[in-house]
């Protein structure tokens, strides 16, 4: 742009009084303002300077102009251009001050003093230095990678979480040194520019995000807390149920520091609040993400791997065919934060692998248990009751925003701090180190030492310490009775048969040598759970049979296939007492025979 002597000096805040236009200089000012467009855009502290008025952490005006004509110049501005965009655009000040009374004699020192300091260590704000010729303006952000993330744990110790106040989305981001939130954009890490994820499924509520941060006193007025908001909402049968319910909620804002991550599952039939519980828990998890609105499983998996927060399953889910399958893979791989990960071909290119991180928790319900063994010891199970209709509205929805704000705060607080707990998850003696003398089931152990590791309250530990006894015992009593009804059901069944020949009869006796002793009970699996329960569909008496498995075995029995059936045979002493033993076979040829 060419003044009326034709001279270059480009005026940048108006060309009213332009009446010549040379082409090469108006090509040359929009492109150096394009850069420097996106040279503010990737440097957040720079722009703050130029245009806030605002000498920020500096002592002085000059100082930050400093700062600022450092930046410009190791990006490769020339120097008539940064002295129009430090006249023309900088609210600063002082540079437009010195000019006026002074000449360039200020100028000429600060840009001096930026030559020697870019040419040493780069630009102040990115690092970065021009290695071109000194009259190229090189874009910064070719060098630059944007990363948009829920998280970002910096390598100073920062912490930044991805917020959403209602209107907008942005960074709070917590500095442990000074216990500190300030919120950001954007935040530049080395020639990474992290930013927080923005789309409709934050917008839509689909995932639940923090507003803010409040204060939340101690661990123990958190917990308290949480547990008034979980009573309020939902009713659950046992007291424990809803301490256990709290602490899970907390376990899941630290997550990602643990080797491991059980699941919460509620299970019963239908129209016992399973789904109310699921909404009035899970909204006050870490992240949590409503799932139903995926309609393939790869939208499913990339959702998880997107946000990295709390699962949130229904029984509905299940029933979605073409969700099922996926879930069932989720839920066996998330479990283990080495080796949580869904790989898959892109359908358009097969020769490109797509890789899901599918590692956290998640919060199910389910009417019937899975048909996996594993995957049932990955959940902390309850049973649902008949629960009293509840509405969830403005109340609720504020109530939980509330209480995710706080948890943000602790979330801040523990994450750095519970760094040395976790060396304890490496000791073999940890199941003795907390749990001591009570008798604590060895799988209840697993799932519910990590939530031990989260607090330093004595009185959480020893409330997390009695919640495991009373799982056990819960898990021994429900054993106990299905032990005591496999029994009953066979001596119904060996009752009902007496009038049989042997070989129409359902419960058999046989010899097991070296294996059970002298004599057994042989009866096909099926046909024990059968006449136990009659009326369970065909998949529920598939779960329900491995289930029973497991309990014959731990009571001594033995169950194995023969010709494509489990059968199981029960010592013979369970059944009759000693007295009533019979002779055993005096030979293989023996009728009765031997197995």
């Not at 303006?137 to 100073?156: A, G, M, R």
């Not at 110790?157 to 942005?170: K, P, S």
């Not at 607080?413 to 998850?425: A, F, V």
Request: include cysteine.
């Amino acid at each position: 742009v060419a003044d009326k002597e034709g001279g270059y000096d480009p005026p940048l805040l108006s060309l009213d009084h332009v009446t010549r236009v040379n082409a090469e200089k108006l090509i040359e000012l929009l492109k150096n303002l394009n850069d420097l467009y996106e040279l503010l855009e990737s440097h957040p502290k720079t722009k703050q300077l130029l245009f806030s008025g605002d000498k920020g952490e500096y002592d002085s005006r000059s100082e930050a102009e400093q700062y600022v004509v450092d930046v410009l110049l190791a990006h490769g501005f020339k120097q008539e251009f940064i002295d129009q965009v430090m006249t023309q655009l900088s609210e600063i000040g002082k540079w437009k001050e010195e000019k006026e009374a002074r000449g360039k004699s200020y100028h000429n020192h600060t840009l001096q003093a930026a030559r020697e300091f870019v040419s040493r260590n780069g630009c102040p704000e990115c690092g970065f230095r021009n290695k071109k010729n000194a009259n190229d303006v090189l874009d910064c952000k070719k060098d630059l990678k944007i990363i948009y993330t829920p998280f970002v744990e910096f390598s100073d110790g920062r912490l930044a979480e991805t917020i959403f106040d209602g209107n907008e989305v942005y960074f709070l981001l917590y500095d442990p040194r000074t216990d500190s939130v300030s919120r950001e954009n954007q935040i530049r890490e080395g020639n990474i520019i992290y930013r927080p994820l923005d789309n409709d499924l934050v917008r839509n509520r689909q995932v639940l995000l923090p507003s803010g941060v409040e204060d939340y006193g101690s661990d123990e007025e958190l917990f308290k807390a949480i547990l008034e908001f979980i009573s309020k909402w939902h009713v659950a049968e046992h007291g424990w149920q809803k301490m256990l319910d709290a602490l899970y909620v907390m376990f899941t804002w630290v997550y990602d520091k643990m080797p491991i991550t059980p699941y919460r599952r509620m299970i019963g039939p239908k129209g016992t609040g399973k789904s109310t519980w699921l909404h009035v828990t899970g909204e006050i998890c870490y992240r949590p993400l409503i799932i139903s609105g995926a309609s393939t499983d790869a939208s499913f998996k990339r959702l998880i791997d997107m946000f990295r927060g709390t699962m949130l399953i229904d029984e509905s889910d299940f029933n979605n065919s073409s969700l099922y399958s996926a879930i069932v893979q989720i839920l066996n791989v998330g479990f283990d934060k080495r080796s949580a990960y869904l790989s898959a071909c892109d359908k358009e290119d097969p020769n490109k692998i797509e890789s899901f991180y599918v590692y956290g928790p998640k919060l199910l319900v389910t009417r019937r248990n899975f048909q996996d063994d594993a995957l049932e010891s990955r959940c902390i199970t309850t049973s649902a009751t008949k629960s009293r209709t509840r509405f969830l509205g403005a109340l609720f929805t504020t109530e939980a925003e509330k209480l995710r704000n706080k948890l943000l705060l602790w979330r801040f607080r523990k994450y750095h701090e519970i760094d040395g707990q976790l060396m304890l998850l490496e000791d073999p003696e940890i199941q003795k180190t907390i749990f001591g003398k009570h008798k604590v089931e060895p799988r209840i152990a697993q799932i519910l030492t990590p939530l031990w590791l989260i607090t330093q309250s004595e009185e959480l530990r020893d409330l997390i310490v009695e919640l495991a006894e009373a799982m056990s015992q819960q898990i021994e009593s429900e054993e106990k009775v299905l032990w005591k009804e496999a029994l009953e059901a066979i001596n119904r069944m060996i009752e009902e048969d007496s009038e049989f020949p042997e070989e129409a009869r359902r419960v058999v006796l046989v010899d097991v040598v070296a294996l059970l002793g002298n004599r057994s009970w042989r009866v096909e699996l099926k046909e024990l759970a059968k006449a136990m329960y009659p009326n369970l569909t065909e998949d529920e008496m598939k779960g329900f049979n491995r289930k029973l498995a497991g309990v014959l075995r731990a009571n001594g029995c033995l169950v194995k296939k023969s010709h494509g059936k489990s059968v199981v045979y029960i010592p013979y002493s369970k059944i009759c007492s000693q007295e009533e033993l019979p002779e055993p076979p005096q030979s293989p040829n023996d009728p009765r025979g031997y197995e």
